[in-house]
């Protein structure tokens, strides 16, 4: 039998009574999975010193990032800055009744700027920003602000390419890759995929393209000792070279699809890492577009229909790309299907400074 709770301090300070509720609302599942046996996971470094330090009242260092910030993005002629910095230093602690313990630190660590409410980017680790990551940050918010603030005319085209930066790849990934990818949405046929796509390794994506999980790099921000079931943080390739290799599995699914468990992605599209070989960089992309939009923010990801990959969004904050260069600002209505364009051959990955995971280009119909 098995029930659902959330446990904090206030459930701590009436436990009895939360535990007779608990045991009247507990129910019967024939596939809910058992207890993590006590094991030791990986040790990987997730709390920095430094950042901890600022938390216990260096507040200097976090002012000074944000007043470089400030100056950065009013001297890329912002009227309107805003920023913040959060830091964060907690105890993380997954327990059960057969004895697992696992408690670890870790400091996460957000910063953010945006400019005149027109664009904003972020940093987030388990750690703090090294110089030039900050320096980065500035730039690229400042610059790219001031490009959304020049109107531009736009004819638009039946289709057309279109880019998606990082973050924004990463919004796609979530809302259709990693909800494909879940073993609850599989087990219950609400997936694009089904289990025997996997177990047979089926090809669906082109063969450059490679997914994986890997919560054991050392202050990332996707970055954990396990997962909140006791799960084992690993590296565990979810597509292989454009073939279906894992679905993400908690110990429930995993015992209904007779899979292992494996660890689940922290941080949504960001915790899933994509790797596509020998790709030019962003501006190397850009400058070969004769014609192209450069997307920023999306209006309704959200409620599009994750199983068919398709969408039709308005995309209010683009950039023109004409003859290799970025022209100003434009809306337009994108029609497209993200899935369809992971297996296209004419659809580009481009490496972007200091980002982890490509930009992705693909075409859709522009209106």
Known sequence: RFTIAQIDRNVLEEFEINLELWQKTAYEDQWGAGLVEPYEPPLIPLAQE?????????????????EEGRRGLVDCDCRK????????????????????????????????????????????????????????????TGETTKQLKKPTPFSTRSEMFVIFPPKVFEAFLEHFLLSNLSGNLIANRQSAFNIEDFTEKKQIFRTDFTVRVDGTRP????????????????????????RLNTPLLDLKYARKLDL???????????????????????????????????IYSL????????????????????????????????????????????????????RATQEENPAFCMKVHVS
């Not at 602690?93 to 980017?121: H, R």
């Not at 202050?219 to 454009?242: D, H, M, W």
């Open 260 to 294: 292992e468990p494996t660890p689940i992605p922290v941080g949504g599209g960001r915790g899933l890492l994509v790797s596509v070989p020998g790709i030019k960089t962003l501006e190397e992309v850009i400058q070969e577009l004769d014609d192209g939009l450069i």
């Open 219 to 242: 202050y990332r921000y996707n970055s954990f000792r396990c997962t909140k079931e006791g799960v084992p943080s690993s590296q565990v390739e979810l597509i292989q070279a454009g």
């Open 81 to 140: 800055v805003d920023g913040g910095v959060r830091i964060i230093y907690d105890q993380q602690l997954t327990a059960n009744s057969a004895g697992l313990w696992i408690a670890y630190d870790q400091t996460p660590v957000e910063f953010y700027l945006q400019g005149d409410d027109l664009f904003s980017d972020y940093f987030a680790e388990k750690r703090l920003p090294t110089k030039e990551e900050h320096s980065r940050l500035i730039n690229y």
């Open 50 to 66: 430094e950042a901890v330090t600022i938390v216990n009242g260096e507040f200097d260092w976090a002012f000074s990032l944000l």
């Open 299 to 350: 209006l309704g990801l959200h409620t599009q229909d994750y199983s068919s990959g398709k969408f039709s969004l308005k995309a209010d904050q683009c950039l023109l790309v004409k003859n290799g260069e970025i022209r100003g600002k434009v809306e337009a209505l994108i029609v497209g299907n993200f899935l369809e364009g992971l297996k296209a051959d004419d659809s580009i990955f481009a």
